[in-house]
């Protein structure tokens, strides 16, 4: 079988470094890497070691090899582009339809679908110029994955680090699969909540559930891929953040709530997929719960917690917004489902049921996915991400 055809654009931001990582993931898993870097980026990293990386010849501009007409071939024969880093200036350049270098010649040819992982300080992604290229170039179908937070250049922090190379890696495994065409999330906002609450009694001890937050991050990959921008709310499951996904920490169900409402405000769907807890403890001790010899333990009093995802569907932040709530079940599976959808007001639920080797901490599930038009769609035992790509499709149906 021909391997897939991916171009990888490096422009020159300081962390052209972790595209070498990024091109081993490609090369080692099959697929024949042209990459492509700026002038500028080779200030960071030479073209010897891209040649080297990736077995595949190297240039910057369009005036090499010209009798193969490089600046239109490469692009035309890719089956994916990546640009890792992407520069604010590539940014712009590729928003506007600049050629003046083989990268933005390649990407005007392109008709494969294209994955921009931008890196820059904070206040260039903040720009308004960068943040309106990066809307015009999602608009037009391409993937733009939000930089993840932390450790920038020199001494500062904060939004605008290369996602982790793996991760990138992920995005682009998704989207060559899903092939060309606009992504049918794109310019949507989606908020997923990930995890189990934990409801603290004491500064040592909580009230958990064993959800392991790993169905609602399947669900923030493949919505990366499918070209949503993502707000991830988790209650540290301690999982890797998702590339592309801003992810929101909230531990309990209390948090979880406020930060739900607030990312809810701009969102167009909301899909729960957290386990909250119906109950808190009545009252937190400040202080380590001691044991006393001879005694009992006092009761735990608990509280409820609110319905979180009843107050979204009910009081919807905006119209047309959507709404997708989880249920795991033990018994009276489908019985149970149907009633919760109907209790809860949303769009569509996902009934799984609780067992071995299903839903919580597995890498797989089973559920059936019920809407509130009547429809069942069953999605078999299999892979977390082919249940939430179905959960897409149901949600991408609705908005068509
Ligand atoms: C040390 C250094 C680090 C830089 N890092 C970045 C960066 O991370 N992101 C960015 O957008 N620009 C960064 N720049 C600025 C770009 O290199 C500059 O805008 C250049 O014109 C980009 O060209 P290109 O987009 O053709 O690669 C950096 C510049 C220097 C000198």
Known sequence: ??????????????????????????????HDVRVVPTDASLNFVGAATWSALSGNPVSTEVWEGVHEVP??????????????????????????????????????TARCPVVFAPAMHTEMWEHPATQENVATLRRR????IEPAVGRLT????????????????????RVLTRGPGVPDLAGRHVVITAGGTREPLDPVRYLGNRSSGKQGYALARTAVARGARVTLIETDTGLPAPAGADVV?????????????EAAADADVVVMAAAVADFRPAAYATGKIKKKDGQEPAPVELVRNPDILAEVAADRA?????????A????????NGREK?????????????????????????????????????????????????????????RFR
């Open 1 to 30: 079988m021909k391997k897939p055809r991916v171009v990888l654009g490096v422009s020159g931001g300081i962390a052209a470094y972790k595209a070498c990582e990024l091109l081993r993931r490609l090369t080692e898993s099959g």
């Open 71 to 108: 600046h239109v071939r490469i692009g035309q024969a890719a089956d994916l582009v990546v640009v890792a880093p992407a520069t604010a200036d590539m940014l712009a350049k590729a928003a506007h339809g600049l050629a003046d270098d083989l990268l933005t010649n390649t990407l005007l």
């Open 141 to 144: 179908g391409a993937v733009v």
């Open 154 to 173: 020199g001494v500062d922090t904060g939004k605008g680090r290369l996602p982790d190379p793996g991760e990138i890696f992920e995005v682009c495994r």
């Open 249 to 261: 920490r909230a531990g309990t169900a209390l948090q979880l709530r406020e930060a739900v409402l």
């Open 318 to 326: 905006r119209q047309g917004q959507l709404v997708v709530g989880f």
């Open 328 to 335: 795991a079940e033990t018994d009276d599976v489908l019985v």
């Open 341 to 397: 959808l109907r209790r809860k007001g949303c769009d569509l639920l996902v009934v799984n049921e609780v067992g071995e080797r299903k839903t919580f901490g597995s890498e797989e599930n089973e559920a059936v996915v019920l809407g509130a038009d009547g429809s069942e769609t069953a999605v078999p035992y299999g892979p977390k991400e082919a249940l939430a790509d179905t959960v897409w499709d149901l949600v991408s149906a």
